[in-house]
């Protein structure tokens, strides 16, 4: 209910105290706060950025600081997220990044079938090389924008600089060993089966995430 009362109210604020929002969320996320905290932070504050919009004033100047100074000054007693939260968010979001490789791959199929795989009776005949080569770009780049989303309020150009050259060295590393050592190599593959495999596991992980951070957030209010 928090979340549609926030983007309810979100949509009618102007484009200015949006991105003043989104750059409030990104600290926040920084902070790995409790999810339902979180939730009731981020409505809190756009009914605050709607307010002050009605009374014709920036939401940026009600602030009356660096945004930065502002979100740490609010989460500062908030309750954090535990080390199963933290878990179930790592594991939910890899599973849902590693579950789309197999509905790009095979669209990549459709539309490069010369180099991709073949499809015989719903069985997608993928190449080894091929599979290692699409887990090597997306991995990486599924676990470095996860860190980068957690662990830091905006990305640093030498942070993307150093994350970009080991990707780039890991995908080409990848890409040789594969088709030296596998180039003949197919695998069989359900499209199907993958996707409900993912498809219940991320489920899985967002349901149990949820009602763990449920659970800490009602144990916190009790002991206010």
């Known amino acids: 209910m928090k979340r549609n009362e926030q983007r309810a109210t979100f949509s009618q604020l102007t484009a200015e105290n949006r991105r003043v929002l989104r750059r409030m969320q990104r600290f926040l996320d920084s902070y790995s706060l409790n999810e339902v905290t979180q939730e009731e932070i981020l409505t809190d504050l756009t009914g605050m950025a709607l307010e002050c919009q009605q009374r014709g004033q920036p939401f940026s100047e009600a602030v009356g600081m660096d945004e930065a100074v502002f979100c740490h000054e609010l989460v500062v007693n908030c309750?954090?997220?535990?080390?199963?939260?933290?878990?179930?968010?790592?594991?939910?979001?890899m599973t849902a990044w590693i579950g789309c490789i197999m509905p790009v791959m095979f669209f990549l199929e459709c539309v490069f079938p010369w180099f991709s795989g073949d499809v015989v009776e719903g069985i997608y005949y993928v190449p080894l090389p091929f599979l290692c080569r699409y887990c090597a770009a997306?991995?990486?780049?599924?676990?470095g924008m996860y860190i980068f989303k957690r662990l830091t309020y905006c990305s640093r150009s030498l942070v993307w600089?150093?994350?970009?050259?080991?990707?780039?060295?890991?995908?080409?590393?990848?890409?040789?060993?594969?088709?030296?050592?596998?180039?003949?190599?197919?695998?069989?593959?359900?499209?199907?089966?993958?996707?409900?495999?993912?498809?219940?596991?991320?489920?899985?992980?967002?349901?149990?995430k949820r009602c763990v951070a449920l659970t800490v957030a009602y144990r916190q209010k009790k002991k206010l």
């Open 161 to 208: 600089t150093l994350f970009v050259a080991v990707f780039l060295l890991v995908f080409i590393t990848v890409s040789e060993v594969s088709v030296r050592l596998m180039n003949t190599v197919t695998v069989p593959l359900s499209l199907w089966l993958w996707l409900w495999l993912f498809g219940g596991m991320f489920a899985f992980f967002h349901v149990a």
């Open 79 to 93: 309750p954090r997220q535990t080390r199963t939260e933290r878990v179930l968010g790592a594991l939910r979001w």
């Open 138 to 143: 997306v991995i990486p780049v599924a676990t």
